[in-house]
Protein backbone atom coordinates (compact mmCIF):
# COMPACT_ATOMS: atom_id res chain seq x y z
CA UNK A 1 0.00 0.00 0.00
CA UNK A 2 3.35 1.99 0.45
CA UNK A 3 3.13 3.08 -3.65
CA UNK A 4 -0.10 4.62 -2.96
CA UNK A 5 0.99 7.02 -0.06
CA UNK A 6 1.62 10.02 -2.74
CA UNK A 7 -1.85 10.02 -4.03
CA UNK A 8 -3.50 11.77 -0.91
CA UNK A 9 -2.05 15.05 -0.44
CA UNK A 10 -2.29 15.94 2.96
CA UNK A 11 -4.08 19.22 4.35
CA UNK A 12 -1.38 19.19 6.71
CA UNK A 13 1.72 18.37 4.88
CA UNK A 14 3.31 21.76 5.06
CA UNK A 15 6.52 20.85 3.35
CA UNK A 16 5.07 18.71 0.51
CA UNK A 17 8.44 16.55 0.96
CA UNK A 18 6.40 13.57 -0.40
CA UNK A 19 6.57 15.50 -4.09
CA UNK A 20 8.59 13.67 -6.48
CA UNK A 21 12.10 15.19 -6.54
CA UNK A 22 14.41 15.55 -9.82
CA UNK A 23 18.09 15.10 -8.93
CA UNK A 24 19.35 15.53 -12.43
CA UNK A 25 19.17 18.93 -13.46
CA UNK A 26 20.24 18.57 -17.38
CA UNK A 27 17.22 15.90 -17.58
CA UNK A 28 14.72 18.01 -15.74
CA UNK A 29 11.27 18.04 -16.37
CA UNK A 30 8.58 20.20 -15.29
CA UNK A 31 6.04 16.60 -16.37
CA UNK A 32 8.28 14.17 -14.37
CA UNK A 33 6.33 14.33 -11.26
CA UNK A 34 2.91 14.01 -13.49
CA UNK A 35 4.31 10.95 -15.20
CA UNK A 36 5.28 9.48 -11.89
CA UNK A 37 1.93 9.96 -10.62
CA UNK A 38 0.17 8.03 -13.27
CA UNK A 39 1.70 5.42 -12.52
CA UNK A 40 0.50 5.55 -9.12
CA UNK A 41 -3.04 6.13 -9.79
CA UNK A 42 -3.31 3.11 -12.52
CA UNK A 43 -1.96 1.18 -9.91
CA UNK A 44 -4.61 1.59 -7.77
CA UNK A 45 -7.63 2.00 -10.17
CA UNK A 46 -6.60 -1.52 -11.26
CA UNK A 47 -7.29 -2.94 -8.12
CA UNK A 48 -10.10 -1.11 -7.74
CA UNK A 49 -9.49 1.15 -4.70
CA UNK A 50 -8.87 4.51 -6.04
CA UNK A 51 -11.79 6.21 -4.08
CA UNK A 52 -11.42 9.95 -5.05
CA UNK A 53 -13.58 11.41 -7.92
CA UNK A 54 -16.42 9.77 -8.38
CA UNK A 55 -19.23 10.70 -10.41
CA UNK A 56 -22.05 11.36 -8.76
CA UNK A 57 -25.07 11.79 -11.20
CA UNK A 58 -27.73 13.03 -8.80
CA UNK A 59 -27.78 15.30 -5.42
CA UNK A 60 -30.91 13.64 -3.46
CA UNK A 61 -29.89 15.23 -0.58
CA UNK A 62 -30.08 12.07 2.39
CA UNK A 63 -29.41 10.15 -0.91
CA UNK A 64 -27.50 10.27 -4.08
CA UNK A 65 -27.52 8.00 -7.41
CA UNK A 66 -23.60 6.75 -7.88
CA UNK A 67 -23.26 4.30 -10.94
CA UNK A 68 -26.81 4.32 -11.29
CA UNK A 69 -27.89 3.06 -7.99
CA UNK A 70 -29.24 5.15 -5.07
CA UNK A 71 -27.08 5.33 -2.03
CA UNK A 72 -27.30 6.62 1.33
CA UNK A 73 -25.38 9.63 1.23
CA UNK A 74 -23.33 9.90 4.95
CA UNK A 75 -20.22 11.56 2.51
CA UNK A 76 -21.89 15.29 2.13
CA UNK A 77 -21.32 18.43 4.10
CA UNK A 78 -25.01 19.28 3.42
CA UNK A 79 -25.79 19.03 6.87
CA UNK A 80 -29.01 20.88 6.74
CA UNK A 81 -30.09 19.16 4.02
CA UNK A 82 -30.62 22.29 1.88
CA UNK A 83 -29.23 22.12 -1.29
CA UNK A 84 -32.02 20.39 -2.35
CA UNK A 85 -34.58 22.92 -0.38
CA UNK A 86 -37.46 24.09 -3.32
CA UNK A 87 -36.60 27.76 -1.82
CA UNK A 88 -32.93 27.82 -2.10
CA UNK A 89 -33.59 26.01 -5.95
CA UNK A 90 -36.09 29.08 -6.74
CA UNK A 91 -33.79 31.55 -5.08
CA UNK A 92 -31.09 30.22 -7.63
CA UNK A 93 -33.30 30.27 -10.84
CA UNK A 94 -34.99 33.79 -10.06
CA UNK A 95 -31.20 35.35 -9.27
CA UNK A 96 -30.26 33.63 -13.17
CA UNK A 97 -33.44 34.96 -14.44
CA UNK A 98 -32.85 38.82 -13.41
CA UNK A 99 -29.38 39.35 -13.18
CA UNK A 100 -27.49 36.67 -15.23
CA UNK A 101 -25.61 33.63 -14.06
CA UNK A 102 -22.54 35.80 -13.64
CA UNK A 103 -21.44 39.37 -13.23
CA UNK A 104 -17.75 39.17 -15.11
CA UNK A 105 -15.38 40.54 -12.80
CA UNK A 106 -13.63 41.27 -9.29
CA UNK A 107 -16.04 42.78 -6.48
CA UNK A 108 -13.52 46.19 -6.47
CA UNK A 109 -14.59 47.13 -10.14
CA UNK A 110 -17.72 45.83 -11.76
CA UNK A 111 -18.61 42.84 -10.03
CA UNK A 112 -19.98 44.47 -6.73
CA UNK A 113 -24.04 44.30 -7.11
CA UNK A 114 -26.46 45.72 -4.36
CA UNK A 115 -27.36 41.72 -3.52
CA UNK A 116 -23.78 41.49 -2.59
CA UNK A 117 -23.98 44.29 -0.10
CA UNK A 118 -27.44 43.46 1.23
CA UNK A 119 -26.58 39.80 2.16
CA UNK A 120 -23.08 41.21 3.83
CA UNK A 121 -25.62 43.42 6.11
CA UNK A 122 -27.90 40.22 6.90
CA UNK A 123 -24.71 37.77 7.38
CA UNK A 124 -23.53 40.82 9.94
CA UNK A 125 -26.95 40.54 12.12
CA UNK A 126 -27.18 37.37 11.96
CA UNK A 127 -23.72 36.58 13.44
CA UNK A 128 -23.86 39.72 15.95
CA UNK A 129 -20.91 41.71 13.86
CA UNK A 130 -20.78 45.14 12.86
CA UNK A 131 -19.85 44.09 9.35
CA UNK A 132 -19.18 41.55 6.94
CA UNK A 133 -17.51 40.81 3.23
CA UNK A 134 -18.48 37.94 0.85
CA UNK A 135 -15.79 35.90 -0.86
CA UNK A 136 -16.57 33.50 -3.70
CA UNK A 137 -15.34 30.48 -1.90
CA UNK A 138 -14.63 29.77 1.53
CA UNK A 139 -11.11 29.01 0.56
CA UNK A 140 -10.77 32.05 -0.81
CA UNK A 141 -11.73 33.91 2.21
CA UNK A 142 -8.81 32.27 4.71
CA UNK A 143 -6.42 33.59 1.32
CA UNK A 144 -7.98 36.97 1.65
CA UNK A 145 -7.92 37.41 5.43
CA UNK A 146 -4.87 35.94 6.05
CA UNK A 147 -2.77 37.58 3.80
CA UNK A 148 -4.08 40.93 4.05
CA UNK A 149 -3.65 41.17 7.82
CA UNK A 150 -0.59 39.20 7.86
CA UNK A 151 3.37 39.82 6.53
CA UNK A 152 6.89 38.97 7.63
CA UNK A 153 6.57 40.71 10.58
CA UNK A 154 3.52 38.74 11.93
CA UNK A 155 3.42 35.36 13.72
CA UNK A 156 0.31 33.20 13.16
CA UNK A 157 -0.26 30.81 15.22
CA UNK A 158 -1.78 27.37 14.10
CA UNK A 159 -3.61 24.20 15.22
CA UNK A 160 -1.59 21.28 13.56
CA UNK A 161 -5.29 20.23 12.49
CA UNK A 162 -6.40 23.64 10.73
CA UNK A 163 -8.17 23.20 7.70
CA UNK A 164 -5.28 23.30 4.23
CA UNK A 165 -6.53 27.14 3.54
CA UNK A 166 -5.30 28.41 6.56
CA UNK A 167 -2.06 26.92 6.00
CA UNK A 168 -1.81 28.38 2.50
CA UNK A 169 -2.83 31.55 3.80
CA UNK A 170 -0.32 31.93 5.87
CA UNK A 171 2.82 30.73 3.62
CA UNK A 172 1.23 33.00 1.16
CA UNK A 173 1.17 36.12 3.40
CA UNK A 174 5.16 35.53 4.27
CA UNK A 175 4.20 35.40 8.19
CA UNK A 176 5.75 33.06 9.98
CA UNK A 177 4.11 30.15 11.02
CA UNK A 178 4.03 28.50 14.62
CA UNK A 179 2.00 25.34 15.06
CA UNK A 180 0.77 23.86 18.51
CA UNK A 181 -0.57 20.71 19.09
CA UNK A 182 -4.36 19.62 18.44
CA UNK A 183 -6.99 21.34 20.82
CA UNK A 184 -4.15 22.13 23.61
CA UNK A 185 -4.51 25.44 24.88
CA UNK A 186 -1.22 24.38 27.27
CA UNK A 187 0.89 24.14 24.37
CA UNK A 188 -0.93 27.32 22.88
CA UNK A 189 0.45 29.26 25.77
CA UNK A 190 3.81 27.80 25.51
CA UNK A 191 4.53 28.60 22.03
CA UNK A 192 2.40 32.39 22.66
CA UNK A 193 4.86 32.93 25.42
CA UNK A 194 8.13 32.33 23.40
CA UNK A 195 7.08 34.71 21.12
CA UNK A 196 8.27 38.37 21.43
CA UNK A 197 6.03 40.96 22.34
CA UNK A 198 7.55 43.22 19.95
CA UNK A 199 5.20 40.55 17.13
CA UNK A 200 2.17 41.16 15.56
CA UNK A 201 0.68 37.91 16.95
CA UNK A 202 -2.62 36.06 14.95
CA UNK A 203 -4.04 32.90 16.60
CA UNK A 204 -5.92 31.04 13.70
CA UNK A 205 -8.45 27.69 14.72
CA UNK A 206 -11.22 25.68 13.08
CA UNK A 207 -14.25 25.96 15.22
CA UNK A 208 -15.20 22.28 14.00
CA UNK A 209 -12.44 20.36 13.07
CA UNK A 210 -13.59 18.60 9.48
CA UNK A 211 -12.21 15.26 10.00
CA UNK A 212 -12.48 14.93 13.11
CA UNK A 213 -15.71 16.99 14.55
CA UNK A 214 -14.22 18.17 17.85
CA UNK A 215 -15.00 21.72 18.82
CA UNK A 216 -12.23 23.77 19.47
CA UNK A 217 -11.75 25.07 22.99
CA UNK A 218 -12.87 28.52 22.15
CA UNK A 219 -12.63 30.30 25.57
CA UNK A 220 -9.45 29.29 26.85
CA UNK A 221 -7.82 30.07 23.35
CA UNK A 222 -10.08 34.06 23.95
CA UNK A 223 -8.33 34.08 27.01
CA UNK A 224 -4.90 33.35 25.88
CA UNK A 225 -5.06 35.69 23.29
CA UNK A 226 -6.21 38.10 25.42
CA UNK A 227 -3.38 37.62 28.30
CA UNK A 228 -0.75 37.91 24.88
CA UNK A 229 -2.34 40.94 23.00
CA UNK A 230 -3.01 38.60 20.15
CA UNK A 231 -5.58 38.59 17.88
CA UNK A 232 -8.07 35.94 16.80
CA UNK A 233 -8.92 34.14 13.23
CA UNK A 234 -12.10 31.46 13.12
CA UNK A 235 -12.60 29.12 10.73
CA UNK A 236 -15.74 27.99 10.80
CA UNK A 237 -16.71 26.35 7.84
CA UNK A 238 -18.32 23.31 9.59
CA UNK A 239 -19.70 24.87 12.80
CA UNK A 240 -22.24 27.22 10.71
CA UNK A 241 -25.35 26.02 11.15
CA UNK A 242 -24.12 23.31 13.51
CA UNK A 243 -23.46 25.11 16.47
CA UNK A 244 -25.85 27.48 18.79
CA UNK A 245 -29.55 27.78 19.05
CA UNK A 246 -29.65 29.81 15.94
CA UNK A 247 -25.97 27.93 13.88
CA UNK A 248 -24.19 30.85 14.08
CA UNK A 249 -21.18 29.37 14.90
CA UNK A 250 -18.33 28.51 17.81
CA UNK A 251 -18.76 32.07 19.13
CA UNK A 252 -21.94 31.80 19.64
CA UNK A 253 -22.43 28.21 21.17
CA UNK A 254 -19.67 29.68 23.83
CA UNK A 255 -21.73 33.03 24.22
CA UNK A 256 -18.66 34.39 23.41
CA UNK A 257 -19.14 36.10 19.75
CA UNK A 258 -18.12 39.73 20.55
CA UNK A 259 -14.42 38.12 22.17
CA UNK A 260 -13.61 36.83 18.81
CA UNK A 261 -11.78 39.29 16.01
CA UNK A 262 -12.73 37.56 13.03
CA UNK A 263 -15.25 35.12 11.93
CA UNK A 264 -15.03 33.32 8.82
CA UNK A 265 -16.91 30.57 7.09
CA UNK A 266 -17.89 28.83 3.68
CA UNK A 267 -21.45 28.77 2.12
CA UNK A 268 -20.86 25.49 0.57
CA UNK A 269 -22.10 23.50 3.67
CA UNK A 270 -25.02 24.46 5.90
CA UNK A 271 -25.85 27.22 3.15
CA UNK A 272 -25.94 25.00 0.36
CA UNK A 273 -24.23 26.49 -1.91
CA UNK A 274 -20.52 28.12 -3.16
CA UNK A 275 -18.73 31.03 -1.33
CA UNK A 276 -17.67 31.82 2.03
CA UNK A 277 -17.40 34.97 4.37
CA UNK A 278 -15.50 37.01 7.04
CA UNK A 279 -17.31 38.97 9.60
CA UNK A 280 -15.79 41.41 12.29
CA UNK A 281 -15.41 45.29 13.24
CA UNK A 282 -16.09 47.45 10.12
CA UNK A 283 -12.54 48.97 10.04
CA UNK A 284 -11.01 45.91 9.38
CA UNK A 285 -13.22 43.96 6.88
CA UNK A 286 -12.82 47.69 5.21
CA UNK A 287 -9.26 46.98 5.35
CA UNK A 288 -9.84 43.11 3.78
CA UNK A 289 -11.90 44.49 1.43
CA UNK A 290 -9.18 46.35 -0.30
CA UNK A 291 -6.21 44.29 0.51
CA UNK A 292 -7.46 40.83 -0.02
CA UNK A 293 -5.88 39.76 -3.45
CA UNK A 294 -7.70 36.36 -3.46
CA UNK A 295 -11.00 38.25 -4.04
CA UNK A 296 -9.60 41.52 -5.60
CA UNK A 297 -8.46 39.75 -8.38
CA UNK A 298 -11.19 36.88 -8.37
CA UNK A 299 -14.14 37.34 -10.58
CA UNK A 300 -16.95 37.70 -7.38
CA UNK A 301 -19.17 35.60 -6.78
CA UNK A 302 -22.30 34.63 -9.26
CA UNK A 303 -25.76 35.93 -8.65
CA UNK A 304 -27.24 32.25 -8.34
CA UNK A 305 -24.24 31.54 -5.83
CA UNK A 306 -25.24 34.46 -3.92
CA UNK A 307 -28.90 34.08 -3.92
CA UNK A 308 -28.60 30.15 -2.59
CA UNK A 309 -26.58 30.69 0.15
CA UNK A 310 -28.99 33.82 1.16
CA UNK A 311 -32.22 31.85 0.52
CA UNK A 312 -30.31 28.76 2.78
CA UNK A 313 -29.59 31.27 5.45
CA UNK A 314 -33.17 32.65 5.33
CA UNK A 315 -34.71 28.72 6.27
CA UNK A 316 -31.81 28.34 8.97
CA UNK A 317 -33.53 31.05 10.94
CA UNK A 318 -37.31 29.94 9.89
CA UNK A 319 -36.65 26.38 10.28
CA UNK A 320 -34.24 25.68 13.30
CA UNK A 321 -35.07 22.78 14.04
CA UNK A 322 -33.08 21.00 11.00
CA UNK A 323 -29.95 22.71 13.30
CA UNK A 324 -31.64 20.22 16.26
CA UNK A 325 -32.63 17.21 13.80
CA UNK A 326 -28.71 16.88 12.39
CA UNK A 327 -27.55 16.52 15.75
CA UNK A 328 -30.40 13.72 16.95
CA UNK A 329 -29.56 12.14 13.37
CA UNK A 330 -25.30 12.12 14.50
CA UNK A 331 -26.23 10.96 18.23
CA UNK A 332 -28.38 7.56 16.90
CA UNK A 333 -25.44 7.01 14.22
CA UNK A 334 -22.90 7.61 16.50
CA UNK A 335 -23.95 5.78 19.22
CA UNK A 336 -24.71 2.56 16.91
CA UNK A 337 -21.18 2.59 15.79
CA UNK A 338 -20.19 3.01 18.89
CA UNK A 339 -22.49 -0.08 20.93
CA UNK A 340 -20.59 -1.94 17.44
CA UNK A 341 -16.90 -1.86 18.50
CA UNK A 342 -16.54 0.57 16.14
CA UNK A 343 -13.72 3.75 17.24
CA UNK A 344 -15.72 7.29 16.62
CA UNK A 345 -13.25 9.22 18.72
CA UNK A 346 -14.00 11.87 20.47
CA UNK A 347 -16.64 13.85 17.82
CA UNK A 348 -19.36 16.39 18.97
CA UNK A 349 -20.89 17.44 16.15
CA UNK A 350 -22.58 15.70 12.89
CA UNK A 351 -18.40 14.73 11.70
CA UNK A 352 -18.01 10.92 12.62
CA UNK A 353 -14.34 9.89 12.02
CA UNK A 354 -14.75 5.87 12.11
CA UNK A 355 -10.98 5.44 12.44
CA UNK A 356 -10.04 1.95 10.93
CA UNK A 357 -6.18 2.26 11.09
CA UNK A 358 -4.65 0.82 8.36
CA UNK A 359 -5.07 1.86 4.57
CA UNK A 360 -5.82 -1.10 2.82
CA UNK A 361 -8.07 -2.02 5.05
CA UNK A 362 -10.31 1.59 4.83
CA UNK A 363 -10.45 1.38 1.05
CA UNK A 364 -11.09 -2.05 0.74
CA UNK A 365 -14.09 -0.91 3.12
CA UNK A 366 -15.19 1.76 1.54
CA UNK A 367 -15.85 -0.41 -1.20
CA UNK A 368 -17.90 -2.35 0.34
CA UNK A 369 -19.75 -0.19 1.95
CA UNK A 370 -20.40 1.72 -1.36
CA UNK A 371 -21.78 -1.32 -2.93
CA UNK A 372 -23.39 -2.27 0.06
CA UNK A 373 -25.31 1.37 -0.65
CA UNK A 374 -23.79 3.63 1.73
CA UNK A 375 -21.87 6.78 0.56
CA UNK A 376 -18.70 7.53 3.28
CA UNK A 377 -15.02 9.75 2.25
CA UNK A 378 -11.87 7.58 3.41
CA UNK A 379 -8.96 8.99 4.59
CA UNK A 380 -5.60 7.88 4.63
CA UNK A 381 -2.13 8.80 4.80
CA UNK A 382 -0.86 11.34 4.34
CA UNK A 383 -4.30 13.34 5.10
CA UNK A 384 -3.98 11.43 8.30
CA UNK A 385 -1.14 10.24 10.73
CA UNK A 386 0.24 6.67 9.53
CA UNK A 387 -1.82 4.19 10.63
CA UNK A 388 -4.65 6.05 11.44
CA UNK A 389 -6.82 5.87 8.61
CA UNK A 390 -10.46 6.58 8.77
CA UNK A 391 -13.67 6.44 7.01
CA UNK A 392 -15.39 10.03 7.65
CA UNK A 393 -18.84 10.33 8.14
CA UNK A 394 -21.49 13.03 8.15
CA UNK A 395 -25.21 13.17 8.87
CA UNK A 396 -27.97 15.33 7.12
CA UNK A 397 -30.89 16.56 8.78
CA UNK A 398 -33.33 15.18 6.20
CA UNK A 399 -31.33 11.94 6.52
CA UNK A 400 -34.80 9.54 7.92
CA UNK A 401 -34.61 6.47 10.46
CA UNK A 402 -34.34 3.64 7.80
CA UNK A 403 -31.49 5.63 5.73
CA UNK A 404 -29.37 5.61 9.43
CA UNK A 405 -30.31 1.78 10.22
CA UNK A 406 -29.16 0.95 6.11
CA UNK A 407 -25.75 2.45 7.18
CA UNK A 408 -25.83 0.75 10.52
CA UNK A 409 -26.82 -2.67 9.05
CA UNK A 410 -23.77 -1.96 6.47
CA UNK A 411 -21.21 -0.89 9.00
CA UNK A 412 -22.42 -4.10 11.02
CA UNK A 413 -22.31 -6.59 8.48
CA UNK A 414 -18.59 -5.29 6.96
CA UNK A 415 -17.30 -5.42 10.40
CA UNK A 416 -18.56 -8.73 11.00
CA UNK A 417 -16.39 -9.76 7.37
CA UNK A 418 -13.36 -7.94 8.32
CA UNK A 419 -13.26 -9.11 12.25
CA UNK A 420 -12.95 -5.84 13.20
CA UNK A 421 -15.42 -5.91 15.61
CA UNK A 422 -15.79 -7.20 19.65
CA UNK A 423 -17.44 -10.23 19.98
CA UNK A 424 -19.55 -9.18 22.86
CA UNK A 425 -20.67 -5.40 21.06
CA UNK A 426 -24.12 -5.21 20.55
CA UNK A 427 -25.46 -5.45 17.17
CA UNK A 428 -26.79 -2.33 16.80
CA UNK A 429 -28.30 -2.88 13.51
CA UNK A 430 -31.48 -5.60 14.36
Known amino acids: MDNLAPLFMSDFDYSFSHRHQVQ ?3 DADVFAKAREFQTILKTSRDMGFYPYFQPIQENLGPEALVRGRKVVMLGSNNYLGLTTHPEVRKAAIEAIKHHGTSMTGS ?3 NGTHEEHEAFEREIAEFLGKPAALVFT ?3 QANLGVITSLADSETVVFLDKLNHASLFDAVKMSGARPVFFKHNDVDDLRRVLAQCSPKKAKLVAVDGVFSMEGEICPLPQIVTLCREFNARLAVDDAHALGILGDRGQGTSAHFGITDKV ?6 FSK ?3 STGGYVAGDKDIIDYIKHHGRS ?6 ITPPNLAAARAALRVMIKEPERIAQVARNAHKLKRGLMQMGWDVGPTETPIIPVTIGNDLTTLMLWKDL ?3 GVYVNPVIYPAVEPDKAMLRLSTIATHTEAHLDTALEAFQAVGERYG ?3 KNAINASR
Open 295 to 300: MIFSAS
Open 420 to 422: LLP
Open 370 to 372: LEA
Open 107 to 109: RLL
Open 270 to 272: SWA
Open 261 to 266: DLIIAT
Open 24 to 26: NFE
Open 137 to 139: TGY
